[in-house]
């Protein structure tokens, strides 16, 4: 779904659906039927009006994850509550001189974040711009991946999520891109390719490989990095969007874009179901790529941005992410030792500021740091400082990890929340509100 003369309008009904999954039927959630749901594209300047619709059998609402919109009225607002067979129209711009990147929406409800991006809702929220229009990168193909995993059973329903591990977070078996297990895709005649990678599952954490091939980083969350970067693997976080160029041999074949296995940590000695034991042994094939030699390859752009450093902060503050046990509802996660709670203010900052925040993990699992509306640059890890200039929205600090990052306020005031993506984490109480004054 494409702007047209400036807007983006479309219906939108989130409702149970049967989709074919792995080859067999089964009843997912979706936006319009789809899994995953529509890709939406804009671009700078566009506005957005959405007529959503509520037909699912729970309370729910939408977030623009990564977008710079207001956070306030009919926008990027997660303190909305849309009951089941309500409706609601959300409507906000794309600010002019927003940047173009891979961003994405899902449902944003506290408590129900984790099922209900388990049962399948979520959709790329593409903005066109300059990256785009780079000659490089518009000569490749370009291909959309959205990587999502699920648990049903033999009937095709959902498995519920008080058989999952919820310490860990959920993570389920069948593990898709853009709704399949291992699709094919083709290098075209040029033989570069642009893969736009989303991670869209609650918890799995995917460590991208190419089969005996390297490949080209040309974007994070926030889009374009000043240069390509030549990598041999990539790690995306739960939120976390990458774009990578892949170039073709000369000799036809086939790359294998694989899932290796990763150590996200886990409670140890406390039972089975709360160890890392979800953490697999041996790699997945996510996508197979073919394609044939056809030639002269197209070549890798060498600049693609231009990332400014930004100021000194004028306030540096501390989180720390732990979990406990919490006597009203078990084990809770943690930030600065409290649970979220609607009704209090964690952090109170001012527009048109700039923040240092350090975040600690003093716990035994990895933690997906997440901030809404205002994309950040990381500054240093475990003090070392980071080279590379980026835009995020989303970082890991590993257990026993401190993260520096740099957060500009800009444009909008009002209320909005961080919080940890593994969306159990988030959901049982990882998350803390964030006022902008
Ligand atoms: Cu992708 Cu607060 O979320
Ligand atoms: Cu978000
Ligand atoms: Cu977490």
Not at 60 to 84: Q, R
Not at 95 to 102: D, E, K, R, S, V
Not at 301 to 317: D, M, W
Not at 361 to 369: A, E, I, S
């Amino acid at each position: 779904y494409q702007s047209r003369d400036g807007l983006l309008e479309l219906d939108i009904i989130a409702k149970e659906n049967p989709v074919n999954l792995a080859g067999r039927q089964a009843y997912l959630l979706t936006y319009n039927g789809q899994v995953p749901a529509p890709r939406l594209e804009a671009q700078p300047g566009d506005k957005v009006r959405l007529h959503f619709t509520n037909n699912l059998s729970q309370p729910t609402n939408i977030h623009y994850h990564g977008l710079h919109i207001p956070v306030t009225g009919n926008a990027d607002n997660v303190f909305l509550h849309i009951k089941p067979g309500e409706k609601l129209t959300y409507e906000f711009q794309i600010p002019p001189n927003h940047p173009a990147g891979t961003f994405w929406y899902h449902p944003h409800l506290h408590g129900l974040v984790a099922e209900q991006l388990f049962g399948g809702l979520a959709g790329l929220f593409i903005v066109r711009g300059q990256l785009d229009e780079i000659p490089e990168v518009k000569a490749a193909k370009e291909e959309f991946l959205v990587l999502q995993d699920f648990a049903v059973d033999n009937n095709g329903r959902l498995i519920n999520s008080a058989h999952m591990s919820l310490m860990m977070g959920r993570e389920g078996d069948i593990i898709t891109a853009n709704g399949q297990v291992n699709p094919s895709l083709s290098l075209p005649e040029q033989r570069l390719l642009r893969l736009r990678i989303l991670n869209a599952s609650p918890s799995r954490f995917y460590r991208l490989s190419l089969e005996n091939h390297s490949f080209y980083q040309i974007a994070t969350d926030g889009g374009a990095l000043n240069e390509p970067i030549e990598v041999n693997e990539l790690l995306l976080i739960p939120g976390q969007r990458a774009e990578v160029l892949i170039k073709g041999d000369r000799q036809p074949g086939q790359y294998r874009l694989l899932n290796l296995p990763y150590d996200r940590g886990g409670m140890g000695m406390m039972g089975g179901g709360m160890m890392g034991r979800n953490n697999r042994d041996e790699p997945i094939v996510l996508v197979t790529i073919s394609y044939e030699d056809q030639g002269q390859s197209l070549s890798i752009p060498t600049q693609l941005a231009s990332i400014s450093a930004l100021p000194e902060p004028q306030t540096v503050r501390s989180f720390e992410l732990n979990h406990g046990m919490n006597p009203a509802v078990g084990m809770a996660f943690l930030i600065n030792g409290e649970a979220y709670n609607h009704d209090r203010l964690d952090t109170q900052v001012q527009l048109d500021t700039v923040e240092d925040w350090e975040i600690t993990n003093t716990g035994m699992m990895d933690h997906p740091f997440h901030v809404h509306n205002n994309a950040f640059q990381v500054i240093s890890r475990n003090g070392q400082p980071e080279s590379l200039l980026a835009w995020r929205d989303t970082v890991l600090v590993p257990r026993g990890e401190t993260v520096r990052i740099r957060i500009p306020f800009r444009d909008f005031t009002g209320k909005t929340v961080y919080h940890c993506h593994v969306l159990d984490h988030e959901d049982l109480g990882m998350m803390g509100n964030l006022m902008i004054n």
